[in-house]
């Protein structure tokens, strides 16, 4: 997953602001992959009353967090993990209660609700929603059992393909079978994680389904096909983006089929790398608020989720020095100034007019899930026998 400056880059007004280098940007995104063995704690360490909430890095940040802790005169905590399944681990660590939310993958509420470890709540009191993007108001992740809604959706982004454009151009990106070509043999680099990497092979072999992670043994073999003809391109698996940003700097990487790399690039100056999502559609992460079963401070909680529904906050949390995301509430831009507008793409497009770019994105991806016709471990041994072929 993609999470993510200096008088050097091309974007005066966010570097001005900004004010971090090359060196900054690839520190942060290594401290942020070393989060997860430390526990943040806002303002005084230890408060008795503390909020306490499990998260990916960013949402500890003091710009996110300060003016909720203000309004409601509370200290917030923060434990930090990286990947739902630590999430799991942390959750499972610790005694009934200590969390009051938690910040989750979509695709893992499922599986918080299995380890009633979540409780639906209502909407009805939260009116940003009415300006998040369709897609997002009311998607499959966020509900379980009897349709209730267990989360609310606070940050996305895509697993597209992140290039070179000194040696792939924007219509060989356009299609994942461009991976395949010669001028990218051992010069690929891949996030080494199942779920996205095969659920993008999944839409490869199967262009524009809608529900990549629910296919037969048949697409699934299709699937294990595919990834097995890429393996020789592929000259690195990285566990987290930077190792894959570093190659892709040095040369050694050309595309990668991880999505957004280039955010973090053009901040750093680096203005030949691009990134999209090709024809056959792509994969798209987004994490979800939610309040957890056993806490004893559920109204408060479930104001810290609806403080996370606003625009202003959220054009502060997909901008964080842990990493860069997009943001679903729509009205986003009106916290954010032209250079942060066209990074993110939240300006016009002009292949589909009435629409930005980032709805055309939304609109040609399929939200990550967990395999829904095989075991999660069918999934994991053939994608370590691609690793290992």
């Known amino acids: 997953m993609t999470k993510k400056r200096n008088g050097k880059s091309s974007l005066p007004g966010l570097s001005s602001r900004a004010g971090l280098s090359r060196r900054d940007v690839l520190g942060g995104m290594a401290a942020a992959a070393a989060f997860g063995t430390f526990t943040i704690i806002s303002k005084r360490a230890e408060a008795a009353d503390a909020l306490r909430i499990l998260c990916w890095p ?61 409780e639906a709540f209502s909407t009805a009191d939260m009116p940003e929603l009415a300006n998040y993007h369709p897609k997002f108001r009311d998607f499959a992740p966020m509900r379980a059992g009897e349709g209730k809604v267990y989360g609310i959706p606070t940050r996305f982004s895509f697993y597209g393909i992140s290039y070179n454009t000194d040696y792939l151009s924007a219509d060989e990106a356009a299609d994942w079978n461009s991976l395949f070509l010669p001028k990218l043999t051992g010069k690929v680099g891949v996030f080494d994680w199942y779920l996205p990497t095969m659920g993008n092979a999944s839409l490869a072999v199967t262009p524009g389904n809608q529900t990549p992670y629910d296919i037969s043994d048949a697409q699934l073999a299709s699937v294990k096909e595919w990834l097995l003809k890429l393996r020789p391109q592929v000259s690195m698996f990285g566990s987290s983006s930077q190792p894959i940003v570093q190659a892709m700097i040095a040369g050694d990487v050309y595309a990668s089929p991880t999505g957004d790399l280039d955010v973090d690039l053009k901040l750093a100056g680096y203005e030949n790398f691009s990134s999209t999502i090709p024809k056959q559609g792509g994969i798209r992460w987004q994490e979800v608020a939610t309040i957890c079963t056993d806490s004893t401070k559920k109204d408060l909680a479930k104001e810290w989720v609806k403080y996370m529904t606003g625009p202003k906050v959220q054009s502060k949390l997909v901008y964080t020095k842990a990493f860069k995301a997009r943001g679903p509430n729509m009205k986003i831009v009106d916290y954010w100034d ?52």
Do not use: C
């Open 338 to 389: 032209a250079d942060q507008k066209k990074l993110l793409s939240y300006v016009p497009d002009p292949e589909h007019p009435g629409q930005m770019i980032v709805e055309t994105l939304i609109d040609r991806s399929m939200p990550r899930g967990l395999p829904a016709q095989q075991p999660d471990t069918q999934w994991i041994e053939i994608f370590n026998e691609f690793k290992t072929t």
């Open 58 to 118: 960013g949402y500890e940040e003091k710009d996110v967090i300060e003016e909720f802790e203000d309004t409601h005169k509370v200290k917030v905590e923060f434990k930090i993990y990286i990947g739902g399944e630590q999430m799991l681990q942390f959750f499972g660590q610790t005694q009934p209660g200590t969390f009051d939310a938690i910040i989750s993958d979509a695709e893992y509420v499922q599986k918080l609700l299995a380890r009633k470890a979540v």
